[in-house]
């Protein structure tokens, strides 16, 4: 499924964000959402994910406990909500799918156009 995120911009260090990922396409709800990041000059990495069911939900170690990932099934629509965000979290960020999946391993994430997050100290 092609996907889109937006709701980058310009913070400031301690300050909340939330990112939306959205689509047009059917069968949304039958769809992990994955959601990774990259940083100038570095690899992109995972950041979290939810199931396709929405019952599970997994992170990264540098993000636990400040994002949170969740979906609106009935708008096509997953969000990334950040808190307490840090310089270390600029960076370009994008949403990828994975049909039924758990929404722990995106084997071959398309990335597409990310939105950028961008954090001052």
């Known amino acids: 499924v092609q996907l889109q995120a937006s709701g980058g911009g310009l913070v400031q260090a301690g300050d909340s964000l939330k990112l939306s990922c959205t689509t047009s396409?059917?069968?949304?709800?039958?769809?992990?959402i994955g959601w990774f990041r990259q940083a100038p000059g570095k690899v992109p990495e995972f950041v979290g994910g939810?199931?396709?069911?929405?019952?599970?939900?997994y992170y990264a170690d540098s993000v636990k406990g400040r994002f949170t990932v969740s979906r609106d099934n009935d708008n096509n629509t997953a969000y990334l909500t950040m808190r307490s965000l840090k310089p270390e979290d600029t960076a370009l960020y994008y949403c990828?799918?994975?049909?039924w999946g758990a929404g722990e391993v995106f084997a071959d994430p398309k990335l597409g156009q990310g939105t950028q997050v961008t954090v001052s100290s």
């Open positions: 990828t799918s994975d049909l």
């Open positions: 396409e059917r069968n949304f709800n039958a769809y992990a």
């Open positions: 939810i199931s396709w069911t929405g019952n599970n939900k």
